[in-house]
T-cell receptor
Framework: GAGVSQSPRYKVAKRGQDVALRCDPISGHVSLFWYQQALGQGPEFLTYFQNEAQLDKSGLPSDRFFAERPEGSVSTLKIQRTQQEDSAVYLC????????????FGQGTRLTVV | GENVEQHPSTLSVQEGDSAVIKCTYSDSASNYFPWYKQELGKRPQLIIDIRSNVGEKKDQRIAVTLNKTAKHFSLHITETQPEDSAVYFCAADNYGQNFVFGPGTRLSVLP
């Protein structure tokens, strides 16, 4: 595809349920980022991959959040035992090189925990 | 780590007028500053960016200025049009590995 693709676009989860959010970056892009965007706020950094290596996970809010990119392409963000405060839009972005290059965002996954 | 502040949080201008959004950052090591436009329900899209070795960059009606000494940068939109209405986010790179975003400015262009 031409851009970053995320699935599902919308997810409703019952509190306590586990969810998995998928990101397909632009082919050949080395860097991949996950951000969390609450309503009316700017994107908040969660984690960063360079190829398959997770170089920074300092933004993950708790050990219920886990991300992987095993083959350096598709990435999955997993949230275990979801809570209401996890409700947000989860944005994935990719960039061609490391650092200081344009990041292209996906449409995001809107997660609602009820 | 980096911290980015952005002002104003909301901005209303008449069609044809100019709009200016200002951001400050905390880490003098940051050297890449992108601006994103996000329409309601859509993905953020890059509209312009600037690197620290440049003081100003212009692309048609959009320009960005950077003052490294003062650690602030600004977005200037001239001849605003209704389709410029959106939320605008500034960002700064954080050790070249990710981006820290400002809280956003909601721009409304009134016809």
């Amino acid at each position: 595809g031409a851009g970053v693709s995320q699935s599902p676009r919308y997810k409703v989860a019952k509190r306590g349920q586990d969810v998995a959010l998928r990101c397909d970056p632009i082919s050949g892009h080395v860097s991949l980022f996950w951000y969390q965007q609450a309503l009316g706020q700017g994107p908040e950094f969660l984690t960063y991959f360079q190829n398959e290596a997770q170089l920074d996970k300092s933004g993950l809010p708790s050990d219920r959040f886990f991300a992987e990119r095993p083959e350096g392409s598709v990435s999955t963000l997993k949230i275990q035992r979801t809570q209401q405060e996890d409700s947000a839009v989860y944005l994935c972005a990719s960039s061609l090189a490391t650092g200081n290059t344009e990041a292209f965002f996906g449409q995001g996954t809107r997660l609602t925990v009820v | 780590g980096e911290n980015v502040e952005q002002h104003p949080s909301t901005l209303s201008v008449q069609e044809g007028d100019s709009a200016v959004i200002k951001c400050t950052y905390s880490d003098s090591a940051s050297n890449y500053f992108p601006w994103y436009k996000q329409e309601l329900g859509k993905r953020p899209q890059l509209i312009i960016d600037i690197r620290s070795n440049v003081g100003e960059k212009k692309d048609q009606r959009i320009a960005v200025t950077l003052n490294k000494t003062a650690k602030h940068f600004s977005l200037h939109i001239t001849e605003t049009q209704p389709e410029d209405s959106a939320v605008y986010f500034c960002a700064a790179d954080n050790y070249g590995q990710n981006f820290v975003f400002g809280p956003g400015t909601r721009l409304s262009v009134l016809p």
